[in-house]
């Protein structure tokens, strides 16, 4: 179905800026009057009906696009309305859900993360969504605060670990089918020549740079007040976090499978999980009493980690 066009009674002494409009087409789409899969009008309908240039229609669309109310922008056709998304409690993937809730929290005037993870690839991945809207002016928080939790480089990690006790550089508590006795006082250390180990580590510190650095040149490019920190856990966590702005919690479960990888010219199995493809449970301080109190309690958690047991992480 088209909708057709139809002329607004915006206002008549000025011409209505794209959030005006933008605010205009959510209500007509709220009301039931625009449904998913109808097309919008074109630009240069909206632009008449509305008496302005194109451009200001086209960052009314981008702003509904980017709510998710609208597909197929800037693709040469009408663009149409998007499928309702799911409900905030229903668990997405998290290159799915990730983007828009971390966008959303970039809203705010203070941006507070708060992140454990086995890698920062999720959240690398993720954070591209709203830097794209701070350097296309869309948003611009004052300042960033991000913090983040990730295991130590020598510890012995539950995974990625290699399948077969017989690679080179296996566990020798593998190759021996007993559970290693730790040393008082200490965790159980890593082989030097475990690829798997290696790998990860050389993961973890190439993510973590990139992250860094892309979050400080927001400073120079758009004065925003940028912090990143990383702290290095002595055990390797089951489950992946995201705290946003202290309001909302995401957590989701690493499922471990036997995978097959390529790392420096050499080929192995591996028990590791593929963490992109977790499923993030969402937990509102506005939502249910249960919610607000796991948000809470998920934020004391991580600050005694932050505070007590976690060190410094060296990212070479």
């Not at 020798?172 to 030097?192: F, K, L, R």
């Amino acid at each position: 179905m088209v909708v057709t066009q139809e002329k607004a009674s915006v206002n008549t002494g000025r011409r209505p800026t794209p959030q005006e409009i933008a605010e205009i087409l959510r209500e007509r789409i709220r009301g039931g009057r625009l449904k998913a899969g109808d097309r919008l009008p074109t630009q240069a309908e909206l632009a008449d009906e509305f008496g302005v240039e194109r451009g200001t229609v086209r960052q009314a669309l981008r702003a509904l696009q980017d709510d998710g109310l609208l597909t197929n922008v800037s693709k040469g056709s009408p663009p149409r309305i998007a499928q309702p998304a799911p409900h905030p409690g229903e668990p997405q993937p998290a290159l799915v859900v990730l983007g828009p809730r971390l966008s959303d929290a970039f809203r705010e005037p203070r941006v507070r993360l708060d992140v454990v993870c086995h890698t920062a690839e999720s959240l690398l991945l993720a954070l591209s969504e709203p830097l794209r809207q701070i350097h296309e002016g869309r948003v611009r928080p004052d300042s960033l605060d991000l913090r983040v939790l990730m295991p130590a480089r020598d510890i012995a990690l539950a995974f990625p670990v290699l399948a077969d006790p017989a690679e080179p550089g296996a566990p020798e508590s593998a190759t021996a089918g007993a559970e290693a006795e730790p040393v008082p006082g200490q965790g159980p250390v890593p082989e030097p020549d475990d690829p798997a180990h290696r790998r990860w580590l050389q993961m973890r510190n190439a993510q973590a740079r990139v992250l860094r650095h892309s979050l400080h040149a927001l400073r120079s490019t758009h004065g925003i007040a940028v912090k990143v920190s990383f702290r290095a856990l002595p055990f390797t966590p089951p489950v992946k976090l995201y705290l946003l702005n202290g309001e909302e919690a995401l957590l989701g479960y690493y499922l471990i499978a036997r995978r097959e990888e390529e790392w420096e010219d050499r080929t192995f199995q591996t028990y590791d999980a593929l963490g992109t493809q977790s499923l993030l449970f969402s937990f509102r301080n506005q939502a249910a009493p249960r919610d607000a109190a796991f948000v809470t309690e998920s934020q004391k958690w991580f600050d005694a980690l932050w505070d007590t047991i976690t060190t410094d992480m060296t990212l070479s």
